[in-house]
């Protein structure tokens, strides 16, 4: 039954999650709340993992998700969840893609899609830096805004914000260094 229930829950992810890998990262917070399969924290995790690891972030979280939940079959039947949806759908307009080519409904269609795709990748931003900056736990033992913030992933953040657009030599470093060092300094850190 965790099988079926995967494939669905990433099936209907894949199916509204326009605008790329980051555009899952919304369904897939709901999900953690929904289902109990994983944490904010674990969230985050997951996060780190598959934007460090080749490949699309969504299939990575699916996998990474699936493989938690239910073993290597959990990991085969949630990515296939995940892509789907988008096959189903590539295969139907690809049938009737000449009719549609020109047609301004599909272009407005297409054009309207944009700012739902914006507003997706914005929410997985947001939801990230919470999830990152942000340790809301404070807020229940009454508020206290020094402990409102991760202090340490702040200040990795500032300093890397700082090496990559001032710091003229660090510049032409290729992204993969600095997510090979954000790596190390967490590992030394304990993040």
């Known amino acids: ?4 229930r995967l494939f669905w829950e990433f099936f209907k992810t894949g199916l509204f999650a326009v ?3 980051m555009a899952t990262l ?7 709340a929904r289902t109990g399969w994983f944490t904010e924290a674990k969230l985050a995790d997951m996060i ?3 934007e460090s690891t080749p490949g699309p972030i969504g299939i990575n979280m699916a996998t990474y998700v699936g ?3 239910a073993g290597v079959p959990g ?15 590539i295969l139907m307009i690809a049938r009737v893609l000449k009719q549609f080519r020109d047609s301004k409904t599909v272009d407005a269609v297409f054009y309207g899609l944009r700012p739902c795709s914006i507003a997706l990748i914005a929410a997985a931003g947001l939801l990230v830096a919470r999830i990152t900056f942000l340790n809301m736990d404070a807020l229940a033992g009454g508020f206290v805004l020094l402990n409102l913030f991760r202090w340490k992933e702040v200040l990795l953040a500032a300093v890397l914000l700082v090496m990559t657009r001032a710091v003229r030599p660090l ?13 190390l300094v967490g590992i ?4």
Not at 1 to 4: F, K, S, Y
Not at 26 to 32: E, K
């Open 188 to 191: 030394l850190a304990g993040f």
């Open 1 to 4: 039954m965790i099988l079926i």
């Open 75 to 89: 990991a085969v039947i949630a990515t296939l969840g995940l892509v789907c949806p988008s096959i189903i759908i």
């Open 26 to 32: 919304p369904f897939l917070y709901d999900m953690s």
């Open 171 to 183: 510049k032409k470093l290729h992204p993969i260094v600095f997510i090979a060092l954000s790596a």
């Open 67 to 69: 493989f938690e939940t």
């Open 48 to 50: 780190a993992v598959s």
């Open 19 to 21: 605008g790329g890998g």
